[in-house]
């Protein structure tokens, strides 16, 4: 069983900053790739950024240069560094993680809410 701990949302103003950290636990953990997703009132989940377990990164273009994914193999933590936040950017954030057998798991999500 996985297990994927998130932390770090909460309610700030335009143009401060948040970190998000997610921390994945469960015997015989093989993970590929990690990362983040958000879902905004009444809109899909999509893709914020996810990194793979080589470091490569992948980002949507809406945060591009404003946030930062980033990864402690060793402690199976990924984290989100999200700088210049914006009200658009007021979301559910939802950790993800894809392991090694293509097995896909989800954090129970995090509020982020960015006021103008």
């Known amino acids: 069983q996985v297990q994927l701990v998130e932390s770090g949302g909460g309610l700030v103003q335009a143009g401060e900053s948040l970190r998000l950290s997610c921390a994945a636990s469960?015997?015989?953990?093989?993970?590929?790739?990690m990362g983040w997703y958000r879902r905004a009132p009444g809109k899909q989940r999509d893709l914020v950024a996810v990194i793979t377990s080589g470091g490569s990164t992948n980002y949507a273009d809406s945060v591009k240069g404003r946030f930062t994914i980033s990864r402690d193999n060793a402690k199976n933590t990924v984290f989100l560094q999200m700088n210049s936040l914006k009200p658009e950017d007021t979301a559910v954030y939802y950790c993800h993680l894809l392991t090694g057998w293509n097995s896909v798991y989800w954090g129970q999500g995090t509020q982020v809410t960015v006021s103008s």
């Open positions: 469960g015997s015989s953990l093989r993970i590929n790739v």
